[in-house]
């Protein structure tokens, strides 16, 4: 793996919680002479729990990575049980995107990353519509249209695939409205985000803003979570809400959902670019 000789390493652990964790990590990164900048941590239950951390620290000249790397293992991380990465921020994640027709959420993601404000590659935009291809190639992004019917469903997701086949590390659905199969899902494990228009899990499956006018909600939201393969269940990312009243029609809820949906996929897929989720028992512990 080519690591960066400089900038900031991000080092995620998740292991069984007992005395001597912190102090074996920091200890190891202050004896080869890393400066820890960033440090959050919790446990399920301090008596037998599962004990999860985070911390970012600089490389400067301290050292080699990959020796890092090889020391936490054996010094550290093998003694405690540890489930661990080593993420460095010059290292930019290579991120697709699935979208149909609607594209408030594509145009977000576009639009941070042309900014600057979104830490990632993006080779690819696949579509089962031509309609955004003019958006998304007015970016320099390159945009392949794949349709999706009944009788071609696998023959679609064969050929998503072998277009994904080593240009992404992980997906981003903005509003891809077609199920993806459990062998697609498989071959993203937890590498897969989706922005769902509904506070989950209240009103999952289609047309949640219809579903939320008719029980005459008071509170609209946008789920952002991984996908997997059973419908709108995944590990949820990050969520937000909004105050509505009797007065909202069904078109004013998904106009004021829309901005909920972009907001809460770019926070979602920041977290995850920066290292900040965790995964355990179908929840995440993301980290601020």
């Known amino acids: 793996m080519d690591c960066p000789d400089a900038g900031t390493a991000r080092l995620l652990i998740s292991c069984p919680d007992r ?3 912190v102090a074996g990590v920091t200890g190891l990164l202050h004896a080869r002479g890393f400066n820890i900048t960033a440090l959050d941590q919790y446990s399920t239950d ?32 093998q003694g405690f ?91 981003v659905l903005a509003r891809y409205m077609r199920i993806l199969s459990a062998a697609f899902v498989a071959r993203y494990p937890l590498r897969i985000i989706n922005i769902h228009h509904s506070f989950l899990p209240a009103f999952a499956g289609a047309d949640p803003y219809r579903q939320a006018h008719e029980h005459g909600v008071k509170l609209i939201g946008a789920t952002a979570h991984f996908v997997t393969p059973q419908l709108d269940q995944g590990p949820i990312i990050e969520q937000d809400t ?24 770019a926070r979602a897929v920041r977290c995850y670019v920066e290292d900040r989720i965790l995964v ?3 929840k995440t512990i993301v980290f601020d």
């Open 19 to 21: 005395p001597g964790i």
């Open 46 to 77: 301090p008596r037998d729990g599962r004990f999860f951390m985070r911390l970012e620290f600089q490389l400067g000249s301290a050292g080699e990575p990959e020796a890092l790397a090889d020391a936490f293992a054996t010094q550290v991380a």
């Open 81 to 171: 049980d540890m489930t661990w990465q080593l993420g460095y921020s010059a290292q930019r994640r290579r991120m697709a995107i699935l979208v149909s027709r609607h594209d408030h959420a594509l145009m977000e993601l576009l639009w941070r990353w042309a900014r600057g404000e979104l830490p990632v590659d993006i080779p690819l935009v696949i579509s089962n519509h031509p309609d955004l291809r003019d958006a998304v190639e007015g970016f320099g992004v390159r945009f392949e249209h794949v349709p999706v019917l009944p009788d071609t469903h696998e023959e679609a997701e064969a050929r998503m695939l072998a277009l994904l086949e080593r240009q992404a590390e992980f997906l």
């Open 242 to 265: 909004a105050r509505v009243s009797h007065r909202f029609s069904v078109a004013e809820l998904r106009t004021l959902g829309r901005d909920l949906e972009r907001r809460v996929l």
């Open 280 to 282: 355990h028992d179908n």
